[in-house]
């Protein structure tokens, strides 16, 4: 049987992408802030006018998504993954689909750990390769134990049916602000490529209020989905749900 929460967790649910870097650098779920979307005068173009918190949608310079070109060879640190199969809420929060995470599933980078939190997807992709949009990405959302945000994104190619989007998906809420417990569990570590090299910037959410200081690790080989998993989500969603591509500014992307 379906388990069904209360409605305050469905509220809190909504607002879990609406993550913020508080002053003393916790972690903070931003659920007060003014309704925002995709499209028209709520869209991205104007999310930076919707509320004074959004600000740093306008007036950040390290923003995200963005394209990664002339990326500059370094010798960058193995992501450590110790991910269990944890993926239980699944959220339509009218923004994404989004799956919470159980604790208990972290990364390693450089000595120091980052808790997975919930996973969620974009189409098409919000950050682009070299020029190139994929017709869907992932990112799995870190932080940690003070707060800091690492995002690990993955990109989706067309082509064979995907399985662990299958058990992710497989009964995907299709109304906003609806949700369920999983009777599978999802794994984030199935969505992940087989080599896990990556591109490695500092950006932002790239979702109200588009706090930055997030470390983001893209992965370099993609994996594929099927037309119909990708045409489904973008049918749920009815409309794209990425943010257009930032200015890199003053930044260097490092692969």
């Known amino acids: 049987m379906i388990t069904h929460h209360s409605d305050t967790r469905r509220r809190l649910a909504a607002f879990v992408l609406t993550l913020s870097l508080g002053a003393s650098g916790g972690l903070a779920v931003a659920g007060s802030g003014a309704h925002w979307g995709y499209q028209g005068e709520e869209g991205p173009a104007h999310w930076g006018e919707l509320d004074p918190r959004y600000s740093a949608c306008a007036a950040g310079m390290h923003q995200s998504p963005i394209d990664l070109h002339d990326a500059v060879k370094a010798d960058l640190p193995p992501i450590e993954f110790h991910y269990a199969v944890a993926g239980r809420d699944e959220i339509n929060n009218g923004h994404t689909i989004q799956i919470d995470y159980t604790p208990g599933s972290w ?113 370099k080989q993609p994996v594929t989905a099927s037309k119909q998993q990708i045409d489904h989500f973008a049918q749920v969603m009815g409309h794209p749900n990425n943010r257009p591509i930032q200015a890199t500014n003053d930044r260097v992307v490092l692969k």
């Open 107 to 219: 990364v390693t980078l450089e000595g120091h750990d980052y808790e997975l939190k919930q996973f969620h997807f974009h189409t098409p992709s919000e950050n682009h390769v070299d020029g190139h949009a994929f017709p869907l990405e992932a990112h799995l959302v870190h932080a940690d134990k003070d707060g800091r945000l690492l995002v690990i994104a993955v990109m989706f190619e067309e082509g064979a049916r995907n399985h662990a989007l299958a058990t992710a998906w497989q009964d995907m809420p299709e109304r906003p602000h609806t949700h369920h417990e999983l009777l599978t569990r999802a794994s984030a570590g199935a969505l992940l490529p087989a080599t896990r090299d990556y591109y490695r910037f500092d950006g932002s959410l790239t979702t109200p209020p588009c706090s930055e200081g997030v470390a983001w690790l893209v992965m």
